[in-house]
């Protein structure tokens, strides 16, 4: 039993350099297998408690000390997550975004557009968007509620659209990417301009190279232009320095910013441990007004809702 503990240890010591040396000093996430398990910081820190508990019990003192450290360590960046932070003022329109990968497809469209009005969204980002699921949700009735819509449907997981209330401008603000990831200018009654990017990154399980290009890709937020909004599939999560970096181009976390970042959106119809992979992330100056994750039959993500106030200075861009 001693010898399993020790090895316990040795474990959560290895975890904790990776998320809090290589990750979080040096901001590199490694390869497939490492950035997979990054992912998974949020059961580390259970597992170093539950440790620290059971060198305590066989009295191993120096094992519970070092596991106690590294729990609270690893538990630092988490605090965050759950502690709702202090919104900008912001007087402009009131926007509600939508993001959900549909499951190559498979989402349940009425269930799709049973979302879109209980919850009076106005643009919504469409992830694994095919032909048949264009379909589907046109025969549900998505374009009475959205009428305007990009999209680019492909097979195998690759499509993408953005359907809208309010009319669109196609953009292209995405650098290249395997999974198509359009953009559009939306502009609102009185003329309020905001840019969406409906995110799909390739998964880093798949090819973490490519991965990183993905997010690196991505637009930086653009303080004195249009409102932009991020709303996908990221594949990556806060523990992620890829994703980190995504944030530090002028970019807040829905989700963080309400408190509610430790919410898992995948997998909900598979096996392994739930984890944070979709995202709403806004503008600086955008405050968020509240954010929900929210269960789609037939999907094995969930959708990811985030109502936003806009900076008074989107209506002038």
Do not use: C, K
């Given at each position: 039993?001693?010898?399993?503990?020790?090895?316990?240890?040795?474990?959560?010591?290895?975890?904790?350099?990776?998320?809090?040396?290589?990750?979080?000093?040096?901001?590199?996430?490694?390869?497939?297998?490492?950035?997979?398990?990054?992912?998974?910081?949020?059961?580390?820190?259970?597992?170093?408690?539950?440790?620290?508990?059971?060198?305590?019990?066989?009295?191993?003192?120096?094992?519970?000390?070092?596991?106690?450290?590294?729990?609270?360590?690893?538990?630092?960046?988490?605090?965050?997550?759950?502690?709702?932070?202090?919104?900008?003022?912001?007087?402009?329109?009131?926007?509600?975004?939508?993001?959900?990968?549909?499951?190559?497809?498979?989402?349940?469209?009425?269930?799709?557009?049973?979302?879109?009005?209980?919850?009076?969204?106005?643009?919504?980002?469409?992830?694994?968007?095919?032909?048949?699921?264009?379909?589907?949700?046109?025969?549900?009735?998505?374009?009475?509620?959205?009428?305007?819509?990009?999209?680019?449907?492909?097979?195998?997981?690759?499509?993408?659209?953005?359907?809208?209330?309010?009319?669109?401008?196609?953009?292209?603000?995405?650098?290249?990417?395997?999974?198509?990831?359009?953009?559009?200018?939306?502009?609102?009654?009185?003329?309020?301009?905001?840019?969406?990017?409906?995110?799909?990154?390739?998964?880093?399980?798949?090819?973490?190279?490519?991965?990183?290009?993905?997010?690196?890709?991505?637009?930086?937020?653009?303080?004195?232009?249009?409102?932009?909004?991020?709303?996908?599939?990221?594949?990556?999560?806060?523990?992620?320095?890829?994703?980190?970096?995504l944030l530090d181009a002028g970019y807040v976390d829905a989700a963080e910013s309400t408190g509610e970042a430790l919410v898992t959106t995948w997998p909900r119809r598979r096996l392994g441990p739930p984890v944070t992979l979709d995202h709403v992330l806004v503008d600086e100056?955008?405050?968020?007004?509240?954010?929900?994750?929210?269960?789609?039959?037939?999907?094995?993500?969930?959708?990811?809702?985030?109502?936003?106030?806009?900076?008074?200075?989107?209506?002038?861009?």
């Open positions: 039993m001693s010898a399993l503990v020790v090895a316990a240890l040795v474990g959560v010591a290895a975890f904790a350099v990776l998320r809090l040396v290589v990750s979080g000093v040096f901001g590199h996430d490694g390869n497939h297998y490492t950035a997979a398990a990054l992912a998974l910081t949020p059961y580390v820190v259970p597992a170093a408690v539950g440790l620290t508990l059971v060198a305590s019990v066989l009295r191993r003192r120096g094992v519970a000390v070092l596991s106690a450290v590294l729990a609270v360590a690893l538990a630092v960046p988490l605090v965050p997550r759950v502690l709702a932070d202090s919104q900008p003022e912001a007087g402009g329109a009131v926007l509600r975004v939508a993001a959900l990968n549909l499951y190559f497809g498979g989402a349940d469209p009425e269930a799709v557009v049973e979302l879109v009005r209980e919850r009076r969204i106005d643009v919504l980002t469409l992830l694994e968007f095919d032909e048949s699921a264009y379909s589907a949700l046109e025969d549900a009735g998505l374009r009475d509620a959205l009428p305007h819509i990009v999209a680019y449907p492909a097979g195998a997981g690759v499509g993408s659209g953005i359907a809208s209330r309010y009319p669109l401008e196609e953009l292209d603000l995405a650098g290249p990417s395997l999974f198509a990831q359009p953009s559009a200018r939306i502009r609102l009654p009185g003329g309020t301009a905001v840019e969406i990017v409906a995110v799909h990154a390739l998964p880093p399980v798949t090819d973490a190279t490519r991965w990183r290009s993905d997010l690196a890709g991505l637009p930086p937020a653009d303080p004195t232009g249009a409102v932009r909004v991020l709303a996908g599939d990221f594949n990556a999560t806060l523990d992620h320095a890829a994703f980190r970096e100056s955008v405050a968020v007004l509240d954010f929900a994750a929210v269960d789609v039959a037939a999907s094995d993500h969930r959708a990811v809702v985030a109502t936003l106030r806009l900076p008074e200075r989107a209506a002038n861009a």
